[in-house]
């Protein structure tokens, strides 16, 4: 058992996720092999410094117990151990690991990969696609259990990388070119990833989760996320969805279903079914979705999210309707 790794996040985050996002507590297969590879790398390492150590001690400890006599020391070969011991002997281990290292991170989904889903980065959140299910969604994904899925990556404005440590190692999302990753969960759980690459000011604050299923459950999520928003069934969340209409919202997002169509910022339709909110940077609750309406930059300085002037009211009138988005 490894111990938990310190990853800095706050308790009520940290009981969203299964376990650490760690390389070393493996979910699945391919994450199994960068883990095996990096225990590997662990033991040659130790081996090599241990071996070093030696040769380094054991002509003190040889001259300690050597009677004393006068003259030249005995020759040493030097040509030989510059050779065998500075060149060849690390150019071995390091092909070698090198070898091992290309079968770990070859990034070609299985052959017979069925479900593909693009993953968009954004200056500082992940937009979600599933092209053959025409789901649309932010900072989560959802897989079925036991089949490798294929991940296209793209950026729209610079380059962050996409890393699920339990599931797979990092892969750049670089603008103007289509990366491809790809993830498998062998057992149901919540894993979380994060930005790999430094994308700017709020890098840190730019993860999402993946939440492995069983194939009925998935299932369930693709059927509910391809609906458009249930109309306002009550008269308060008829208000609430009145005020954000008629708010800034609509020019940055879009709910399926009203007249919302922004693309600047993530897909709401179904916004109250998410884990997270500003990717993954707060629990989804209502006091957290009234603090990050009511002043975004306190919580991700630079965000491009704006504060919209709202009143106690129509904040939450807005949080009514943003809630019943399930
Ligand atoms: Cu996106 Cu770092």
Redesign the pocket.
């Known amino acids: 058992m490894i111990p938990s790794v310190l990853i800095g996040l706050p308790a009520q985050l940290r009981v969203l996720y299964d376990r650490d996002p760690s390389v070393f507590s493996p979910a699945g297969p391919r994450a199994a092999r960068l883990a095996t590879l990096g225990w590997t790398m662990v033991v040659v390492a130790t081996i090599v410094f241990l071996f070093v150590l030696t040769v380094l001690l054991l002509p003190l400890w040889r001259r300690r117990n050597a009677p004393l006599v006068d003259g030249p020391a005995p020759p040493v070969n030097e040509r030989a151990w510059v050779l065998y011991g500075g060149a060849a002997a690390p150019a071995l281990v390091l092909a070698g690991i090198f070898i091992l290292t290309l079968g770990a991170y070859r990034s070609a989904a299985p052959a017979g990969t069925t479900l593909t889903i693009e993953v968009i ?4 959140w992940w937009e979600i696609r599933y092209p053959d299910h025409l789901v649309q969604t932010a900072n989560e994904i959802h897989i079925p259990v036991g089949r490798p899925v294929k991940i296209l990556l793209r ?1 729209v404005d ?4 996409f890393w699920v440590p339990n599931l797979a190692g990092k892969t750049d ?1 670089i603008p103007g070119i289509t990366n491809t990753s790809w993830l498998e969960a062998d057992e149901p759980g919540t894993w979380r990833g ?7 000011m ?3 604050h ?1 993860a999402l989760s993946v939440v492995a299923q069983p194939e009925g459950e998935f299932a369930r999520w693709v059927q509910n996320e391809r609906a458009t928003s249930a109309p306002p069934s009550d008269s308060a969340t008829l208000d609430g969805e009145h005020v954000f209409l008629t708010s800034q919202c609509v020019y940055c997002h879009t709910v399926r279903g009203t007249q919302a169509t922004g693309t600047i910022g993530p897909d709401l339709t179904h916004l109250a079914s998410r884990l997270t909110l500003a990717s993954g940077t707060l629990p989804n609750t209502r006091g957290n979705l009234a603090g990050w309406i009511e002043n975004p930059d306190r919580i991700k300085p630079g965000t491009k999210m704006p504060a919209v002037p709202l009143d106690a009211a129509q904040l939450q009138a807005i949080i009514t309707y943003l809630e019943s988005l399930k």
């Open positions: 980065g954004h200056q500082w950026s610079v380059i962050h990388s999302a994060t930005c790999a690459e430094y994308c700017g709020q890098h840190a730019m």
